[in-house]
């Protein structure tokens, strides 16, 4: 993956809304909630082994004070220290404890989250992956649900831990000594305005530096892929200028953000520092003033309890932007698990296989986008057995009538039936039994050839499968591979042809038994010599089927039952092959040209 | 090769290290500031100490205030020294990183094909994008914490020396013990992120299948199958993730015990030495301090750790892209007088240098003449595209035009005659009129004229702002046929003197292609045409028509000569016209 440095968590991430920020939690909640009895279990860890922290600095002080120069009592030091070892020891094992059990905690969540968005993934309707980007899909899946379960791990755990030791230290402070308590009473408003202040002025800055570093990398892709064509105009220092442009500003913006982030961390320290000089300073003076109120050993210990005090302090800047940043990308998630899903099927739905292939339109009226109604009223019958073609220039929509046919799409007004049936009364599953496609698209996936033709056909035999393969003359070529139909195909296939892809994917299409077959383009990518060699192949799996033909091909078109001709979306006109030279339009005009 | 090189390349090969070393004095500069303020911050606990064990005894109230002062100074000085560090520590990081993206960029850009090929581009663009990300990271780490920590260390163990000596001795036994256990833990912490790594790769490149082919998975109902397939993945990302999540956190717990067992020790040691006489209280209460101090030191050292593994492998992947050799711009060779203006003598080549993908290949070309070739897919049409356009030499032989060898051609020449659409289409997501014009400047003018030849110029005005309207990544709102037009028209744009148009057609409808055709014949009748095909239609009227299978020339002549010698082609043609 690419460009990933931009996509992922930066500080300066948008803060959500109160309202959607609550529902997000609320969500996240209901994932905790599954895990409940170990999160009790770690919190009391939690807990436990935050005290037990607490206590050491707290059993220097009387180790000290129990020094006292020409006066040591040995035995109570030695008492004190192994009291101090018991109590770090017990404290670092619970620690432990806490990680491993968080991290499988979280880690269980982070595989229940994406389990939940793969299953409603699988059953969105097909328009919802035509109107995105599937890019963004990954980066929710893979990115946002990183970033919310690495903040579920470490942030849960660092507020707690924040928490007691803030108060645990503070109450330890204030047995100390309440007067030198009285310094964190300037210093923390102090460092948490400042804090505050700081994260809205860096903020945007970060945000200009996801989005120019995203630019950057968006030309590099662009430009690599194609780097050839870059050659073969000679426009190399073209485009190294051009880069050069990007490069700085994504260099520049992310100087910009680091510039002004610098100034957040040595304040912060500044603070601190500011702080233990005056603790220091005020209880020199009050040990001064009265040995008793204050003993080197109760300074001491201060100074180590203030250090932590102001550990946690320190890291809220850093805690709250990362818990931004999470709650921002728990958001994509949910907003992803949220989409719609495919309508289910009606209740009663016809569960019945379709056995003849009887296919008709009624009044179809249909559009992609509520505003544009591209199919205004068709209305066909096709016979079983029929063959019809689909043509029109490239871009005119010819896959608008797989998409209904299939019920990838529902139409607006109007019905399809098969068999007398109307398609949204059947089972979606029985349905798309009915059809075998083969599409433009060759699609492919990683696993083995064998796994890649039998995909759709469970329990065929291998020799059902090698039959299909070598019908569709592709045998001789997956059995030249190194292991056969063993052989994995890797990045939807890339180690093979486009041709050979396609040869797979129809050989695919012979497997299954079928009354309806779709053929969008199937041979587009095949050359000619291969496709006269399949045709006897295409022509057994086209018998007694209805057949619906995306193709260019003349030969088909001409001896098709009914022609459509689609231009702009719509259907302009329909008929057989004389019929439709007799009428002189848009079909004649296409046909001649092939001629002239 | 076997002429004299004669330009060595643009820019020298260099490794990442080589862009650091001329910032090398502005890094020391960084590190001095950077440890004066690290000194500072560093002073306050020895001047808790002093005020503890000397002042406050004496009752010193006026030299006490003045302390006080002195450490607020101390932070004064820790705070300025380490903002300026920093900043400068960014600025540097900046330039190095814009010096390094850049060659890598240039560098990608100039390699010839073959090297390209062996990289492959995906890897290619995640070098240039997080591999660069990557040492910026770095670079910036490595000069804020790598200073700032070590001085904490370094600094903190000798400050804490001049205290007592003998306290200092438990630190020094310590800290390797401390530094071994938390390298051991992240050496095998980075292991497993590696594939905590390869198992979101598998699981985004599932995500990437699925939606591509969510269609096929639909009519097939193979829904319950991918989700068995995707809960596969994801149990594996889990273990993993895991394991290498508990590994990481044991860090924390190991190194915290072990420094607050060293503390212990401290103090029991030290109330031996009070009692010895031979220290005071004071100094183990700033002991103490400089304890925590180390502690978080080492905590950012191991951070510095998990970059700089990260950063260093980056560095070496960029590296590897450096430091290869870029194509040089000519060689010398020879020229010849010659009637043709493109030919072919005995070209032999092989990709991968073992089975010959051209065989002893000659053809002559005249002035404003048509080659075609046909053939099926894979049979090697478009490696004499890429011979001709000089992606690749040929092994034996030589290809000249007007005579001269191509190889001894400086690129600037010899691609100002070509005009090419080439099959890996590349359309950049700006304006038409920028596809169009590519960067040469052809004016307006050209680029309507390419663009109405190439039968482009209608869709292009029915765009809502016409040659201005922006380009989706990929191109995304075109159709097939439209950017193979929109690529043609950058062909023609410049009116080569040869034209390339490999397998430019197919995507367009039979009518569009046979207007297209009319039109190069019409306006570009001087241009010499090379044009790959699958569609017999689209050659028939070539001069001279190669026909190719399975890597070797079977026939060549012209679409006569073909039908009546060619068993191959005569069957194509006649599956392809069947009337």
Redo the contacts between chains.
């Keep these: 993956m690419n460009g990933i440095p931009a996509k992922k968590g930066q500080s300066g991430v948008e803060k959500l809304p109160s309202k959607r920020r609550k529902a997000v939690l609320y969500r996240l909640w209901l994932y905790l909630r599954e895990m409940k009895m170990p999160l009790i279990f770690i919190g009391i860890v939690v807990v436990a082994s935050n005290l037990l922290g607490l206590v050491g600095p707290k059993l220097t002080e009387p180790a000290i004070n129990v020094i006292k120069p020409g006066n040591v009592d040995l035995p109570q030091v030695f008492y004190y220290f192994k009291l101090m070892l018991v109590c770090y020891l017990a404290s670092a094992l619970l620690s432990l404890v806490q990680s491993v059990s968080m991290t499988t905690v979280s880690k269980r969540i982070t595989f229940n989250i994406r389990r939940d968005l793969f299953n409603r993934l699988s059953r969105f309707p097909v328009k919802f992956f035509d109107t995105h980007q599937s890019g963004e899909i990954i980066s929710t899946m893979s990115y946002d649900v990183d970033t919310v379960s690495a903040s579920l791990s470490t942030d849960l755990i660092q507020i707690c831990t924040a928490a007691i030791t803030v108060t645990g230290s503070f109450i330890m402070m204030l047995m100390i000594s309440r007067v030198l308590v009285l310094v964190f009473v300037v210093t923390i408003p102090i460092s948490i305005i400042f804090s505050r202040w700081r994260a809205k002025k860096v903020r945007p800055l970060f945000r200009e530096r996801s989005g120019k570093l995203g630019e950057m990398n968006g030309f590099a892709e662009e430009s690599i892929g194609g780097l050839r064509t870059i050659k073969a105009y000679n426009r190399e220092k073209q485009f190294i200028s051009r880069f050069e442009e990007k490069n700085k500003a994504a260099v520049d913006a992310y100087y910009n953000a680091d510039y002004a982030a610098c100034l957040n961390g040595p304040s912060v320290n500044f603070i601190n520092n500011i702080s233990l000089a005056l603790v220091s300073l005020f209880g020199v003076l009050l040990y001064l003033y009265d040995p008793e109120v204050m003993t080197p050993g109760a300074i001491s210990a201060f100074v180590l309890y203030s250090r932590k005090f102001s550990g946690p302090i320190n890291e809220i800047t850093n805690i709250y932007s990362e818990i931004q940043s999470a709650l921002a990308a728990g958001e994509r998630v949910f907003r992803l698990m949220d989409e719609p899903l495919e309508k289910p099927d009606e209740p009663d739905a016809v569960t019945s296989p379709v056995v003849f292939g009887e296919v008709e339109f009624e009044h179809v009226k249909f559009g992609y986008t509520e505003d544009k109604t591209i199919i205004h009223d068709l209305n066909i019958k096709v016979k079983p057995g029929s063959v019809i073609a689909i043509v029109g220039p490239t871009g005119a929509g010819k896959t608008t009538i797989v998409n209904l046919l299939m019920r990838f799409y529902d139409v607006n007004e109007g019905s399809i039936k098969v068999d007398g049936v109307d398609i949204r009364d059947r089972s979606r599953k029985v349905l798309r039994q009915a059809f075998t496609m083969v599409l433009q698209d060759t699609w492919l996936f990683g696993g083995s050839v064998y796994e890649n033709i039998a995909y759709g056909s469970e329990g065929v035999t291998e020799e059902q499968v090698r039959q299909a393969a070598k019908a569709a003359k592709i045998n001789g070529f997956i059995e030249s591979l190194p292991e056969g139909y063993s052989t994995m195909l890797t990045d939807n296939g890339a180690n093979i042809s486009k041709g050979q892809k396609q040869l797979l994917t129809i050989a695919r299409a012979m497997l299954p038994r079928s009354v309806i077959l779709i053929l969008d383009e199937a041979t587009s990518n095949v050359d000619t010599r291969t496709e006269a060699q399949i045709s006897d192949a295409m022509c057994a799996l086209m018998k007694g089927k209805t057949c619906f033909v995306i193709a260019h091909r003349l030969s088909t078109i001409r001896n098709a039952d009914l022609i459509l001709v689609v231009k702009d979306g719509d259907i302009v006109e329909s008929g057989r092959h004389e019929e439709l030279l007799e009428l002189g339009g848009a079909y004649a005009e296409m046909y001649y040209s092939q001629y002239n | 090769m076997d002429s004299t090189v004669l330009n060595d390349s643009l820019n020298p090969k260099k490794k990442v290290t080589a862009y650091i070393k001329p910032f090398i004095p502005a890094m020391i500069l960084v590190c001095t500031v950077k440890f004066a303020?690290s000194l500072a911050?560093l002073f306050?606990p020895t001047?808790?100490s002093d005020?503890?064990d000397e002042?406050?005894p004496a009752?010193d109230?006026p030299r006490?205030?003045l302390?006080?002062v002195i450490?607020?100074i101390?932070?004064?000085i820790?705070?300025v020294g380490?903002?300026c560090a920093?900043?400068m520590a960014?600025?540097i990081a900046?330039?190095i990183?814009?010096n390094v993206?850049?060659d890598v960029?240039?560098k990608?850009?100039?390699?010839s094909?073959g090297k390209?090929d062996e990289f492959t581009?995906?890897t290619?663009?995640?070098r240039?994008?997080?591999d660069t990300?990557n040492v910026?990271n770095m670079l910036?780490m490595v000069q804020r914490l790598g200073v700032r920590a070590p001085i904490l260390v370094i600094g903190g163990v000798i400050l804490a020396s001049f205290l007592d000596g003998m306290l200092t001795l438990i630190l020094v036994v310590l800290m390797p013990v401390v530094f071994v256990t938390v390298f051991l833990i992240s050496r095998r912490g980075v292991k497993l992120y590696d594939k905590v790594q390869k198992g979101?790769?598998d699981?985004?490149?599932?995500?990437?299948?699925?939606?591509?082919?969510?269609?096929?998975?639909?009519?097939?109902?193979?829904?319950d199958y991918?989700?068995q397939r995707?809960?596969a993945i994801?149990?594996n990302?889990?273990k993993s993730?895991?394991k290498a999540?508990?590994i990481t956190?044991?860090t924390?717990?190991?190194m915290?015990?072990l420094l607050?067992?060293g503390?212990?020790?401290v103090?029991?040691a030290?109330?031996?030495r009070?009692?010895a006489?031979s220290t005071?209280?004071?100094v183990?209460?700033a002991f103490?301090?400089y304890f925590?101090i180390i502690l978080n030191a080492m905590m950012m050292i191991n951070r510095l750790f998990m970059q700089l593994s990260k950063g260093i492998a980056s560095a070496k992947r960029l590296d590897e892209v450096l430091e290869s050799d870029s194509e040089p711009d000519f060689v010398l060779g020879d020229k010849i007088d010659s009637p043709y203006h493109i030919s072919f003598e005995n070209v032999t080549f092989s990709y991968l240098k073992t089975r010959n993908n051209i065989e002893n290949l000659s053809f002559g070309l005249k002035k404003g003449e048509t080659l075609g070739i046909i053939?099926?897919?894979?049979?090697g049409k478009s490696t004499i595209i890429n011979l001709l356009?000089r992606?690749y030499s040929p092994d034996k032989g030589c290809i000249r035009i007007d005579g001269e060898d191509i190889r001894s051609v400086p690129?600037?020449r010899?691609?100002?005659m070509?005009g090419?659409a080439?099959q890996?289409d590349?359309l950049?997501?700006d304006t038409i009129y920028n596809n169009i014009d590519?960067?040469?400047g052809v004016g307006e003018e050209n680029v309507v004229a390419g663009a109405r030849s190439a039968l482009a110029d209608g869709f292009i005005r029915d765009k809502t702002d016409g040659y201005m309207h922006k380009l989706d990544?990929?191109a995304a709102n075109l159709?097939?046929?439209?950017k193979q037009r929109l690529l043609i028209a950058?062909a023609l744009a410049s009116h080569p003197d040869i034209l390339?148009l490999d397998d430019s057609c197919?995507?367009?409808?039979?009518?569009?292609d046979?207007?297209l055709r009319a039109n190069l014949a019409e306006n570009y009748a001087d241009c010499t045409k090379v044009i790959v095909a699958?569609?017999?239609?689209t050659v028939k009227n070539a001069d001279i028509i190669i026909v190719m299978?399975d890597g070797k020339v079977v026939d060549m002549g012209s679409h006569k000569h073909l039908m009546e010698n060619c068993e191959?082609y005569r069957?194509?043609a006649k599956?392809?016209m069947?009337l």
């Design positions: 303020g911050e306050l001047l808790l005020m503890v002042i406050a009752k109230v006490m205030i302390y006080g450490m607020i101390c932070s004064v820790a705070l380490n903002i920093n900043r960014s600025k900046s330039k990183t814009r993206r850049h960029y240039e990608t850009v100039s390699l094909c390209a581009a995906p290619l663009i995640s240039l994008t997080s990300y910026h910036l979101a790769d699981m985004v490149s599932m995500l990437r299948e699925h939606m591509d082919g969510i269609r096929v998975i639909k009519a097939l109902s193979k829904s991918e989700r995707f809960a994801n149990e990302i889990n993730d895991r999540g508990i956190s044991l924390s717990p190991a915290t015990l607050n067992f503390l212990s020790l103090i029991l030290g109330a031996y009070v009692q006489g005071e209280q004071g183990i209460i103490l301090s925590t053939g099926a897919t894979g049979s356009l992606f690129r600037q010899l691609y100002k070509f090419s080439l890996t590349f950049m997501s590519f960067m040469r990544v990929k159709s097939g046929g439209q950058r390339v197919g995507g367009l409808d039979y009518k569009t046979s207007l699958q569609r017999i239609s299978d191959l069957d194509t599956a392809q069947e």
